[in-house]
């Protein structure tokens, strides 16, 4: 280490070069801004030394893989000990169709699977539901019962396989209908390993799929948490997500706090629902994006590391080392995608998913370079798997934990995007946490505001998208890209109609009941929910029956 004289030396000697530098640098990229920013508003310096780290207690933030504050990593060994577990996020049309999908992906060497769920699913309606009409298996699986669920993990052991369901509002119904196939192949709820996304507040303010009011949907939360902690003890039952607050145009400060601000609230509800911080925060997870600043990115979950670990070892009194690590999945950037010369995405998505590596992710779904076009064909997912596999076995990215440690750059970054985080953490406490900042349109707001502005700076130039707003060519429309098959809906139809042919209806009636009992009173609910599944009792007649408790969330108007 320098000592402090030495750091003011080098200090001088950076401000004199800079000094005779700066018109040289200036005038060799007339394009180019003399004055460099991340999209958080981080000043990026034109070099940087070992003053920049001279007010942060390095080697106490800094630490050891595996040990607090985990700026370095959750596990001593990382990708040493095993790489993270390679997901693709897939899924379409109908359950056989899916199936097919995750067996190929599983076949060339795909570690976990990441479901996706059309949008009838996601906001808790059946396939033959009216507003179901023209979105039956579009953006991914329809699944309206357990029977769907049956054929989807047709042939797949469960046992040993991690699962991942971006599922938010009906997710303890989704969960149930795991739980259900898993017992009907002969697997135990406790051997079981996977992730529900679970995260509802981000619904409000990024992404819309939600059903019932912030209350319930928090008591629904708690409820699966609690029983998770005592039956699926290997469930990580929520996935606490900035990726779709980012891909709404967040800056990566944003995302890293609103998704903290979030977790927050899920730990303050749980531990006045009664339950100890350390029986349920081990099995809280994230889900971050992957944009396309590499040295930002890294940062990001760096300081999201350090930051969450603090929060809640300090503020929440988990005394369980588990309890303070954030575990995370990350997702390449979509929205970084461009329909205009797509195969540019391959080399965007290996960057971006080269920052989650040497980031830390435990797990990675890279996005296919079509995506922006169609759902990704088996060529185009094929070559977004290779990409990881590519950076694991080849590039030497994984060699060693946190290579990037150390460099000036990179410490400086994680630094100020703690620290800003940590300001509008502390705003958002202010407004009464995340719920309430939420309500008064203060996140949706500040999210807002950044992708106005990100967007004006593409249109004018001032950032180029290679391909879009530069360098573009002349081009013909892809020819292969998938469709869904349009006849989905109609056979989802008839699938539905012969289920509730054939089922015990007397049975589904008792159970409906019972969750209509469950839900007016205080009992946990995911008992009643499974029960219910396992008579083959539909999503959205499980969903009607809680709207019918709970009521429907209604979108505020803000000015």
Request: hydrophobic share 40%.
């Amino acid at each position: 280490m320098l000592d402090k004289d030495e750091i003011e030396k080098v200090g001088k000697a950076r401000e004199e070069w800079e000094e005779t530098s700066v018109k040289k640098t200036t005038s060799r990229f007339p394009e180019r801004k003399a004055e460099f920013a991340t999209d958080s508003g981080i000043e990026v310096k034109r070099t940087y030394t070992p003053e920049d780290q001279k007010d942060m207690d390095y080697l106490n933030d800094l630490g050891f893989p595996g040990k607090y504050p985990f700026t370095r990593g959750v596990q001593p060994t990382m990708y040493r000990g095993r790489f993270w577990t390679m997901r693709q996020y897939a899924g379409f049309g109908n359950a056989e169709e899916s199936n097919a999908r995750y067996k190929y992906l599983l076949s060339q060497g795909q570690t976990g699977l990441s479901i996706a769920f059309d949008l009838p699913t996601q906001i808790g309606y059946d396939s033959d539901h009216p507003l179901a009409e023209g979105e039956v298996g579009k953006v991914g699986v329809a699944i309206s019962s357990l029977a769907d669920m049956e054929v989807l993990f047709d042939g797949i052991p469960m046992d040993k396989v991690s699962t991942s369901m971006t599922i938010n509002a009906p997710a303890a119904v989704l969960l149930a209908m795991y739980i259900a196939v898993a017992e009907k192949q002969g697997v135990s709820m406790d051997k079981l390993d996977g992730t529900i996304q679970n995260d509802i507040l981000k619904e409000y303010v990024a992404r819309g799929t939600y059903i019932f009011p912030p209350t319930p949907s928090m008591r629904l939360i708690t409820d699966i948490f609690a029983f998770c902690s005592a039956n699926v003890p290997k469930w990580n039952t929520i996935s606490i997500s900035g990726y779709h607050i980012r891909e709404a145009g967040s800056t990566a400060v944003q995302e890293v706090a609103f998704t903290l601000a979030d977790g927050i609230a899920y730990v303050d509800a749980a531990m006045k629902a009664g339950l100890d911080v350390d029986e349920f925060a081990p099995r809280l997870s994230f889900f971050f994006n992957a944009n396309n600043n590499l040295f930002q990115e890294v940062a990001k979950f760096r300081a999201a590391r350090r930051l969450w670990a603090k929060i809640m070892r300090d503020r929440f009194h988990a005394k369980n080392p588990k309890s303070w690590q954030l575990r995370f999945h990350t997702q390449t950037g979509g929205s970084t995608l461009t329909a205009q010369q797509p195969d540019n995405n391959i080399v965007r998505v290996t960057l971006q998913a080269l920052e989650a590596v040497l980031g830390g992710t435990q797990s990675l779904h890279t996005n296919s370079r079509d995506e922006a076009l169609s759902l990704p064909t088996e060529d185009s997912v094929r070559i977004a798997l290779r990409t990881q596999q590519i950076i694991a076995y080849e590039s030497g990215a994984a060699d060693t934990i946190d290579p990037l440690a150390g460099s000036y750059y990179v410490e400086s970054l994680t630094d100020d995007i703690e620290r800003k985080a940590k300001e509008y953490i502390d705003k958002i406490d202010d407004l009464g946490g995340a719920p309430k900042a939420i309500e008064k349109g203060f996140i949706q707001k500040e999210i807002q505001d950044a992708a106005y502005e990100y967007q004006k700076a593409v249109e004018s130039g001032e950032i180029v998208v290679v391909g879009m707003n530069k360098f573009q060519i002349e081009e013909q429309p892809p020819k292969n890209l998938l469709r869904v098959d349009p006849s989905v809906g109609e056979k989802q139809k008839e699938r539905l109609a012969k289920l509730r042919s054939e089922r015990d209806n007397a049975a589904v009636k008792r159970t409906l009941a019972e969750v209509d009992r469950a839900a007016r009173g205080e009992d946990n609910l995911m008992p009643y929910i499974i029960d219910a599944v396992k008579v083959y009792a539909t999503l959205g007649e499980i969903c009607d029956v809680l709207r019918g408790v709970f009521g429907v969330y209604q979108e505020s108007v803000i000015l």
